[in-house]
C-alpha cells in the first residue's frame, strides 16, 4: 500500500468532508471567490462550455462545481440500444462481471452484492456488464442516464471516504464497496439495470433527481421512486469529485466497444457499447 493509501486510512474522512462541505457551500464573496479561483487555477478549469461562463456569477463553490453545461455542449449518441458514459471522466474498468466479480483494478476484484448492499439484487446481476467512470476534479460533475428507464429505488449506503483515482483503486481493496455511495435501480428495456454514485474523500454530498441532497446517516436509506427519465437525462450530481458504476443485467448482452479501455478519456452521452437484447 503506499503512503497515500495509507494515510487515507487514518485521517478523520467524514470530520474532513464535513468542513469541506461547509466551506463549499458558503456564500461569502471572499470566501467563494477565493475557493473558486483557486480550484480553477490549480487545475486549469475553463468555462468555455458552460452556461455561466464568468466566475463571479456562480453564487457558491458548490454551485461552481456543480456548474451546468451549455445545450449544445454535449451530444447524446442516438444509436439505438446504445449505452452512453453517464459522466465526462476516464474509465477506471470496464467489461463483463464474472459470476458476482467487479475488476477494480489489475488484480483486484470486488463482489456485486456488496456494491449494491444487497445480495439479491447482486445475485440479479451476475454475469452481467458493468463500466465505471472516474471523474477528475476538473470534469463536469452532474451524472446522466446512461440508458432510458424507470428509477424504482435509491439506496444510500454509508461507508468510508477514500480517494477513487487509480492509485487509490490499485492498492484499497473493495473501494467502491466500502466508500459511501448512491445505488439507483431502474427497470429498463433490459431488465433490471443500477447506476451507482460513489462518494469519495472531502465529497460533500451526493445529490440525486429523485432525493435531493443526501443527508448522511449511520443508516442504509432506500427509497421507493416512479420516475421514468430518458437517456441523456440529469440523474444527479456529486459536490466534488468521485465515481459512476453502471450495471447492466446479463440478458443486456452489453457489447463495449473495442476501442474503450482503462484510461481511456469519455464525454458524457459518448457512445460506450450497445445492448444486444
Same mark, same amino acid.
Given at each position: 500500500?503506499?503512503?497515500?493509501?495509507?494515510?487515507?486510512?487514518?485521517?478523520?474522512?467524514?470530520?474532513?468532508s464535513k468542513i469541506a462541505g461547509r466551506l463549499a457551500a458558503s456564500r461569502h464573496p471572499v470566501v467563494k471567490r477565493a475557493f473558486i479561483r483557486s480550484f480553477a487555477k490549480a487545475y486549469g478549469v475553463s468555462l468555455d462550455e458552460y452556461e455561466r461562463q464568468s466566475?463571479?456569477?456562480?453564487?457558491?463553490?458548490?454551485?461552481?462545481?456543480?456548474?451546468?453545461?451549455?445545450?449544445?455542449?454535449r451530444a447524446i449518441d442516438p444509436t439505438a440500444n446504445g449505452i452512453v458514459s453517464p459522466a465526462d471522466g476516464i474509465i477506471s474498468q470496464l467489461g463483463?462481471?464474472?459470476?458476482? @466479480? %467487479?475488476?477494480?483494478a489489475k488484480g483486484r476484484h470486488y463482489d456485486i452484492g456488496q456494491l449494491l448492499a444487497d445480495s439479491s439484487d447482486g445475485?440479479?446481476?451476475a454475469d452481467g456488464s458493468f463500466a465505471t467512470i472516474y471523474l477528475a476534479?476538473?470534469?463536469?460533475?452532474?451524472?446522466?442516464?446512461?440508458?432510458?428507464?424507470?428509477?424504482t429505488k435509491t439506496r444510500y449506503v454509508p461507508g468510508t471516504l477514500f480517494s477513487v483515482n487509480n492509485t487509490t483503486a490499485a492498492n484499497v481493496p473493495d473501494l467502491f464497496a466500502r466508500n459511501e455511495r448512491l445505488v439507483c435501480l431502474f427497470d429498463t428495456q433490459y431488465g433490471k439495470a443500477a447506476v451507482v454514485m460513489v462518494g469519495a474523500m472531502i465529497v460533500?454530498?451526493?445529490?440525486?433527481?429523485?432525493?435531493?441532497?443526501?443527508?448522511?446517516?449511520?443508516?442504509?436509506?432506500?427509497?421507493?421512486?416512479?420516475? @421514468? %427519465?430518458?437517456?441523456?437525462?440529469?440523474?444527479?450530481?456529486?459536490y466534488l469529485g468521485s465515481t459512476a458504476i453502471v450495471i447492466l443485467p446479463k440478458e443486456?448482452?452489453?457489447?463495449?466497444?473495442?476501442g474503450l479501455h482503462a484510461n481511456s478519456v469519455v464525454q458524457m452521452g459518448q457512445l460506450l457499447g450497445v445492448a444486444k437484447v
Open positions: 500500500m503506499t503512503l497515500f493509501t495509507t494515510i487515507q486510512q487514518f485521517v478523520p474522512q467524514q470530520k474532513l466566475f463571479n456569477a456562480y453564487e457558491s463553490f458548490n454551485d461552481f462545481f456543480t456548474r451546468e453545461l451549455k445545450d449544445e455542449a463483463q462481471i464474472d459470476d458476482s @466479480k %467487479l475488476l477494480q445475485h440479479y446481476f476534479p476538473s470534469n463536469y460533475h452532474r451524472v446522466h442516464m446512461p440508458f432510458a428507464g424507470t428509477l460533500a454530498g451526493i445529490q440525486s433527481v429523485a432525493t435531493g441532497k443526501i443527508v448522511r446517516t449511520d443508516d442504509i436509506q432506500e427509497d421507493e421512486h416512479n420516475m @421514468k %427519465l430518458e437517456k441523456g437525462d440529469e440523474l444527479g450530481r456529486f443486456a448482452k452489453a457489447d463495449w466497444l473495442n
